[in-house]
């Protein structure tokens, strides 16, 4: 589920190579997924989102996969540049609510 | 397209002292609007949210509060700021409650 003020876990990879960042949601009625992303000073930026009819949706170098099944959600970056060193966000809508749920978001580093 | 503004962008205020942030969004009609809170190496809190001029719904009772006098203008208030209440504050909207949210360029707020 999502947890609000938690310190944010973290990621470091070497650039070039592909990132995967989780996200792991617990009810069933989620219906609506978004990925945000947040640089140093910034407000949150809009990657990609998903809805529930589908598993799988790719941009341009980023790809979310999305297991009802097991209610879990990721972002992979294929290629990573130190442009996408940032802090990655996933939300998560429930049908009939009235706002999205934020994760507590993944800070990634790209080592050079 | 649409645009989401804040300002200021940064403050400096002494405890005790009132406080006045405002966010306005440009090229759209009836958004739905937000305000957040993030601590340092934090994840985001959702203060406030409103659906409508002069509905406001709050999410964590608090020093805060909000109003939205316009439909395309919301702000974030207090009458005595408390050192907890530093931070970086973000406004966002959506065209639906459950849709994807756009965010502003935030506001940093020391309280000394």
């Known amino acids: 589920g999502e947890s609000v003020g938690l310190h944010l876990p973290t990621l470091s990879v070497q650039e070039g190579d592909n990132s995967i960042i989780n996200c792991a949601y617990s009810?069933?009625?989620?219906?609506?997924f978004i990925w945000y992303k947040q640089e140093s000073g910034k407000g949150p930026q809009f990657i990609i989102d998903?809805?529930?009819?589908?598993d799988k949706r790719q941009g341009q170098r980023v790809t979310v996969l999305l297991n009802k099944t097991v209610k879990h959600l990721s972002l992979q970056i294929a290629a990573t540049q130190p442009g996408d060193s940032a802090v990655y966000f996933c939300?998560?809508?429930?049908?009939?609510?009235?706002?999205?749920?934020f994760g507590q978001g993944t800070r990634l580093t790209i080592n050079p | 397209s649409q645009t989401i503004h804040q300002w200021p962008a940064t403050l400096v205020q002494p405890v005790g002292s009132p406080l006045s942030l405002e966010c306005t969004v440009e090229?759209?009609?009836?958004?739905?609007l937000y305000w957040y809170r993030q601590a340092a190496g934090r994840g985001l809190q959702l203060l406030f949210y409103?659906?409508?001029?002069?509905?406001i719904s709050s999410e964590v009772p608090q020093n805060l509060s909000a109003s939205r006098p316009q439909d395309r203008q919301f702000i974030l208030s207090s009458k005595k700021l408390l050192l907890s209440d530093s931070g970086f504050y973000l406004c966002?909207?959506?065209?639906?409650?459950?849709?994807?949210?756009?965010f502003g360029p935030g506001t940093r707020l020391t309280v000394l």
């Open positions: 966002a909207w959506s065209a639906l409650v459950t849709d994807t949210q756009y």
């Open positions: 409103s659906v409508g001029i002069g509905q």
């Open positions: 009810n069933s009625a989620s219906d609506y």
């Open positions: 998903i809805r529930s009819n589908m």
């Open positions: 090229g759209t009609s009836n958004p739905n």
């Open positions: 939300a998560v809508a429930i049908q009939g609510a009235q706002k999205l749920v």
